[in-house]
């Protein structure tokens, strides 16, 4: 299995996105061993340099782990804390990209997106169609966060701040996305929002429909400055919550599988319910 000789990416990235599929999918099953840098080397007609670069990537990624004297396992906890940016643009090798979020700014996701998109633009990523949908919290109904530090009440002031960061976020998604359909990159592209009266404790990515990303917000006190003036709050903080990965495999009744479908059926009852579309 030679490399595309056509590829833009360097070998080592495409031997690790090669790899990563293999693992993401159970070619690779939890905890079995990798073929050894020589067999891997012959296999992709590499040098042995680049597919210790390609593993060293996975490696810094949490899908796999080193052990002196014995090689390279896929990790056998796939739930673990793992880097979702590069299982986002992973995602966009698809034909057909689907990625539901639920949160609270929709801003780390942003960013996470912006990498995969310019691909796109360059001719790196040829995806047909993209899907995106969002459910974020209503600001202008008052919420247990982000609050006043002095007696943990609502403040419109405060919550006006971050609904200006929850906007600009899910715009620039939307005009990012709906860009690609009008240059005629992708033959379709959709950015749905919705907003509910729930203030976020958690936030989840679920793509293509097969990997949930889940963690917990964690809840801090810092100041931040509003026309001028300083505001002590308490607040979330997504670029601070630590992602765990779930992945559909081939048994239903795992209990990855059944964590994909219980997010995806949450998600669905709380879009279709008490939420309500905001334009874009």
């Known amino acids: 299995m030679s490399l595309d000789p056509d590829d833009p990416r360097p070998p080592y990235q495409q031997v690790a996105n090669a790899l990563r599929a293999a ?14 840098g020589t067999e891997l080397a012959k296999q992709y007609g590499v040098a042995r340099m680049t597919v210790q670069q390609a593993i060293r990537l996975l490696r810094d990624e949490g899908l796999v782990v080193s052990r002196q ?17 590069p ?30 998109l310019d691909k796109i633009r360059l001719g790196r990523l040829t995806p047909e169609s993209i899907a995106i949908r969002i459910l974020v919290p209503d600001m202008d109904h008052p919420m247990s966060l982000p ?4 007696d943990l009440s609502d ?23 709906h860009e690609l359909a009008d240059l ?64 559909v495999t081939e048994d239903a009744s795992s209990m990855q599988s059944q964590y994909v479908a219980q997010t995806r059926l949450w998600f669905e009852s ?5 939420s309500r579309e905001v334009e874009v």
């Open 23 to 36: 693992i993401l999918t159970k070619k690779f099953e939890p905890g079995e061993k990798l073929p050894s």
């Open 69 to 85: 004297g014995s090689g390279v396992f896929v990790r056998e906890r796939t739930e673990r804390p793992v880097e979702l940016r």
């Open 87 to 116: 299982h986002i643009e992973h995602a966009f090798e698809a034909t057909n990209v689907a990625i539901d979020f639920a949160g609270f700014s929709g801003e780390t996701l942003q960013g996470m997106l912006q990498e995969p």
């Open 147 to 150: 609050c006043r530090a002095e």
């Open 155 to 177: 403040d419109p002031v405060i919550r006006a701040r971050a609904h200006r960061i929850q906007q600009r976020s899910t715009q620039a998604i939307a005009d990012a996305v």
């Open 184 to 247: 005629g990159l992708v033959k379709s592209a959709s950015v749905e929002i919705r907003v509910h009266q729930t203030t976020p404790s958690f936030k989840f990515y679920v793509i293509n429909r097969e990997q949930v990303f889940f963690g917990f917000y964690p809840v801090v006190k810092h100041t931040v400055r509003i026309k001028g003036e300083q505001h002590e709050l308490y607040d979330v903080m997504g670029k601070d919550a630590v992602l765990f990965h779930y992945q």
């Open 270 to 274: 709380m879009w279709s319910t008490i």
